[in-house]
């Protein structure tokens, strides 16, 4: 998909937030939606979404949301670090299917990094067994 598009209230993401697909929840409230990533990058791997717009991308989030969601974005971030303590962490989000974009709902991906490890491949790796996120979910929501 474009950079620029008709946003799709069928997206997966779109289905979480209404409830229809299940996830893996590790923070909510009337602005954003925190849950683990089925197919992680590195244990830990978060996506944070917006559940008050329909924006495909960042271009697309109106400005008076941004401030209050980007404060979620960090949230989670200190959640993550706080309960895996990693040596670092990646926070990135994309915007366009040429920029790696393949989910249309604009997210935020945050990636704990570990010293020396590589990251396995966005969307490419293999989905990660429930009970292990859940696990990973719980350490990190005992941080809020």
Sequence with gaps: MSLHGTYEDDNIFAKIIKGEIPCVKV????VALAFMDLFPQSEGHTLVIPKQAKARNLLE???NLLGSYMQRVQKVAKAVEAALKPDGIVVTQFNGAPAGQTVFHLHFHIIPRAEGESLKGH????????????????????EF
């Design 27 to 30: 923070y909510e409230d009337d």
């Design 61 to 63: 989030m109106p400005g």
């Design 123 to 142: 969307g490419t790796s293999g989905q990660a067994d429930p009970a292990e996120l859940e696990a990973l979910a719980a350490k990190i929501r005992a």
